[in-house]
């Protein structure tokens, strides 16, 4: 096998090996979702979540009986080397309560 077909080949396994380490977007999201969900729940406990709306990339809007959030996903660096699904935390606005 000359260098160039070992190489190639090397390429395409680690190519393979990222590409397995991701998250599928809908599990992604489901992610996210979960961790808004979890904050809001966290920030105005008084009230259950109604709806949650998106509001373009990374940013939703989140209605809890008489109080609405914005959350914002924000993305965090990944560690050196390492793949796998993105890495996030939630942040949120004051709550608006009527």
Same mark, same amino acid.
């Given at each position: 096998?000359?260098? %160039?077909?070992?190489?190639?080949?090397?390429?395409?396994?680690?190519?393979?090996?990222?590409?397995?380490?991701?998250?599928?977007?809908?599990?992604?999201? #489901? %992610?996210?979702? &979960?961790?808004?969900?979890?904050?809001?729940? #966290?920030?105005?406990?008084?009230?259950? &979540?109604? *709806?949650?709306?998106?509001?373009? %990339?990374?940013?939703?809007?989140?209605?809890?009986?008489?109080?609405?959030?914005? #959350? *914002? &996903? &924000?993305?965090?660096?990944? *560690?050196?080397?390492?793949?796998?699904?993105?890495?996030?935390?939630?942040?949120?606005? *004051?709550?608006d309560c009527d």
């Open positions: 096998m000359s260098a %160039r077909s070992t190489l190639c080949c090397f390429a395409l396994l680690l190519a393979a090996n990222q590409a397995t380490a991701a998250v599928a977007p809908n599990y992604q999201r #489901a %992610r996210e979702l &979960i961790a808004v969900i979890n904050a809001v729940a #966290a920030a105005v406990p008084k009230y259950p &979540i109604d *709806k949650i709306v998106s509001q373009g %990339r990374d940013r939703y809007a989140v209605v809890a009986g008489k109080c609405s959030v914005i #959350a *914002k &996903i &924000i993305g965090l660096p990944s *560690k050196p080397g390492l793949v796998g699904p993105r890495q996030f935390e939630v942040e949120l606005d *004051k709550p």
